[in-house]
């Protein structure tokens, strides 16, 4: 017998649009306040901590550029030293925070297996989970990174304001620090995505069987 | 008409290895389920009751045997095709609901139509018939834990019909249910299969689902005990339900 299907494989489309992904993912970390501030935390750290010395640089280069002398002699010594060092700290505090975000989305990969287990039993593509857990993970990393930049500038800034004085706002180094905000704000995003590209794919790579059974 | 088979399983087997230790669970499942047949699969619990649910909705991969869904092996499938029979070809109900929680009933009801292409407007208005069609025609922006169960559940039945499947696999729909609430949620099942033209196929132990049944499948240690037409059934219920 002739087994016929007609034009079974032509209208076999399946989407997700941006919006709603990204309609979703707001959603789950609005909801799931406590596990995003687990993960955005420990991007604000780390960016803060970065940012601090790179806002610290930023004002070493101004008093070095446009500081008086006495000023500029006394700094010269210090700076070789400390740049190895902080190359160091920097390294390892990012290092700290990428553990912590693959951490924070382990679990909430775990947390959510039936809700993804059940979202592949209506259709979703695993890419599709891939793409609602990156995109929650880079808008963290968004906010994040923000909020790291402006303590870490805070930070510094304080510390140089207490230290020079007024002498701090004529060589407020302006477009180095908007530069290093960048900088470090692209950074963040970039951390927490890698950070959790893992779980990501973890979760979407699940039997939906096997997901839908876990009892959390 | 001949008889349409829309769910076949030939020699359905499924091992599970704990550990070293090999687990038969299904041990030859040979089952024909027919276009718009409202079927029952009884058995007692840990028969494998949702391992053969899985196997036939594609959630999980036999270990010998085959599934073809209107006569399509699904073992054949790649994972964009799989993906597209669980959003188009099957609806899929749980015991425990499994809505997402961050999304409203309507939003839930809209998700397998937005993976399946549709554009947002039409989506939400099938979404929105479909919910009135099942009683919750005011609770469209509720979120599920602002529901009932029997809510829920509903939301769950019109969710799994937005994309007009061809099967409905309900497991234990009933079984966090309330007796009364229950009747309520078998008999919504059964307008379903009778208006929508939809195969019914549910695991339960909840004997209200065989006056609706067409047919009955007895599972016992992962294999058929016997399958009995509606007819045959009347006696039977009584003599069960001493049993309990
Ligand atoms: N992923 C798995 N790994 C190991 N064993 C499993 C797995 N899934 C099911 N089993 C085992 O298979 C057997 C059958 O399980 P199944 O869930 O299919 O039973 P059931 O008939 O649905 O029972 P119930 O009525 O309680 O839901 C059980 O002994 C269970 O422990
Ligand atoms: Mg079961």
């Given at each position: ?26 959603r ?42 006495h ?46 287990g ?94 839908i059974?876990?009892?959390? | ?10 020699g359905?087997?499924k ?74 070809k099957?609806?899929y ?62 939301v769950?039945?019109?969710r ?26 078998i ?11 939809v ?43 001493g049993?309990?």
């Open positions: 017998m002739q087994e016929s299907v007609p034009g079974k494989k032509i209208d076999k489309q399946l989407t997700l649009p941006l919006r709603h992904a990204l309609n979703m993912s707001i789950n970390i609005k909801i799931r306040f406590g596990r995003s501030i687990i993960v955005t935390s420990s991007i604000i750290l780390g960016i803060a901590f970065l940012m601090s010395i790179l806002a610290n640089n930023a004002f070493m280069a101004g008093i070095l550029e446009k500081g008086p002398e000023i500029k002699i006394a700094l010269q010594q210090d700076i070789e030293e400390m740049k190895i060092r902080q190359i160091w700290l920097v390294s390892l505090s990012l290092l700290v925070c990428v553990v912590g975000i693959v951490n924070a989305m382990l679990m909430a990969v775990t947390e959510r297996a039936r809700e993804i059940t979202m592949k039993c209506l259709g979703a593509l695993d890419k599709y989970i891939v793409e609602i857990f990156l995109l929650e993970s880079s808008m963290q990393g968004v906010i994040g990174s923000i909020i790291g930049v402006i303590f870490g500038f805070a930070a510094s800034f304080i510390v140089y304001l207490l230290k020079y004085k007024g002498l701090v706002w004529s060589i407020f180094p302006t477009e180095l620090l908007l530069k290093y905000s960048l900088f470090s704000i692209l950074l963040g995003v970039i951390i927490s995505v890698i950070g959790a590209i893992y779980p990501a794919y973890v979760s979407a790579k699940m039997e939906p069987a096997e997901a059974r876990r009892e959390v | 008409m001949p008889k349409e088979a829309i769910v076949r399983t030939i359905l087997k091992t599970f290895l704990l550990g070293k230790i090999p687990l038969h669970v299904l041990k030859g499942i040979d089952i024909e389920i027919y276009r718009g047949e409202y079927i029952s699969i009884m058995g007692p619990s840990g028969s494998g009751k949702t391992t053969l649910f899985n196997m036939i909705g594609g959630l999980d991969k036999p270990t010998e045997g085959k599934v073809y869904i209107d006569e399509v092996d699904i073992a054949q499938l790649d994972a964009y095709e799989l993906a597209w029979l669980r959003c188009r099957i609806g109900i749980f015991q425990t609901f499994n809505l997402i929680p961050v999304m409203t009933a309507l939003e839930n009801v809209m998700l397998p139509m937005i993976f399946g292409g549709m554009e947002n407007d039409e989506a939400m208005n099938k979404a929105k018939s479909l919910l009135e069609t099942v009683g919750l025609g005011e609770r469209l922006h509720h979120k599920p834990f602002e529901l009932s169960g029997g809510q829920q559940q509903r769950a039945i019109a799994a019909l937005a994309n007009d499947p061809a099967i409905i696999l309900a497991d234990e729909p009933t079984g966090n249910l309330d007796l009364k609430t229950g009747k309520e949620i008999h919504l099942l059964k307008e379903m299969n009778k208006n929508k033209e195969s019914i196929i549910t695991a339960t132990h909840d004997l209200k689902m065989l006056d609706v049944s067409d047919r009955v499948i007895w599972i016992r240690d992962g294999m058929i005990e016997r399958i009995e037409d509606r007819e045959n059934l009347q006696i039977k219920v009584g003599e069960v339900e049993e309990e």
